[in-house]
């Protein structure tokens, strides 16, 4: 289980499984944002864990310069070929972000899209938040956006199938251990492929405690990707906190 996200996220079946989760969310995600911080002209921002670089591509097209940071090697790729469509230059790094380090003080660093909890204790998971502490400049920001852990103890569907040309889908989850564990299995053509995901589930009181015992002062916490605040049928943990 350890390394299922080395597997999962080089799969390209990841971004098929994830079709849904397109650009129209980026673009709420980053408005949220733009709504509540002020970032200096040409300011400095770090995407751990950038994915493809959705999220990337939008800051740097508002002239921003971004550093994207992920261990995927596919979707770094994919990230580059997107900015130079885009034609806007991200700074992409490919790394476990446990072991990254860096120089330079952001004015902003995200972690977006439940890109967190992957590990197996919570020393190595919160051991993020002293990384982010450290890249920021003072009175820099941090957004967090995260699965609510109610919500998906109350909401997990257990079993679905989805058909998508010609490539069958079937995901199955289960909370066991205090995380949420999904099985993947992908039927195309005539082979099948099996994935996993296992993320820790952790409240929004226990990552606020956690945040405001590195000193960061949380300003924000917003349930959904529009902006509604935070309570315990929301669906996502959106955090903005200040360094």
């Known amino acids: 289980m350890a390394d299922w ?5 080089e799969s390209d079946e990841y971004l098929n499984v994830y079709r849904h989760r397109n650009h129209e969310d ?5 408005d949220l944002i733009a709504r509540n911080i002020q970032i200096p002209d040409k300011g400095t921002v770090l995407d751990l864990a950038c994915g493809a670089g959705r999220h990337s591509i939008l800051f740097a097209k508002r002239g921003y310069k971004v550093t ?8 770094l790729e994919i990230a580059r070929n997107e900015a130079k469509i885009e034609n806007v230059e991200l700074n992409l790094i490919r790394c476990d972000i ?3 380090t860096t120089d330079i003080e952001f004015d902003l660093v995200l972690n977006l899209f439940t890109s967190f909890g992957y590990f197996e204790n919570d020393s190595e998971n ?29 909401n997990i569907v257990p079993e679905d199938v ?14 066991t251990g205090g995380r ?15 994935f996993l995901e296992s993320v820790r589930l952790y ?5 606020v405690d956690e945040l405001e015992s590195r000193r960061f002062k949380v300003n924000n916490i917003f349930g959904d990707l529009n902006g509604n605040k935070f309570n315990k049928d929301s669906d996502r943990v959106i955090i903005i906190a200040k360094k």
């Open 203 to 207: 409240s929004k009181d226990i990552l």
């Open 5 to 9: 996200f080395e597997n999962w996220f």
């Open 180 to 194: 949420v564990v999904k099985n993947i299995k992908i039927q195309k053509e005539d082979k099948e492929l099996s």
């Open 98 to 100: 446990r072991k990254f």
């Open 26 to 30: 980026a673009k709420k995600l980053f």
């Open 162 to 175: 989805t058909v998508n040309n010609g490539t069958t889908i079937l995901q199955t989850r289960q909370i």
């Open 126 to 154: 919160f051991a993020i938040f002293d990384t982010v502490y450290t890249s920021l400049k003072k009175d820099g920001f941090f957004v967090f956006d995260y699965l609510n852990k109610d919500f998906v103890e109350k």
């Open 68 to 75: 994207s940071v992920d261990l995927s090697k596919n979707l």
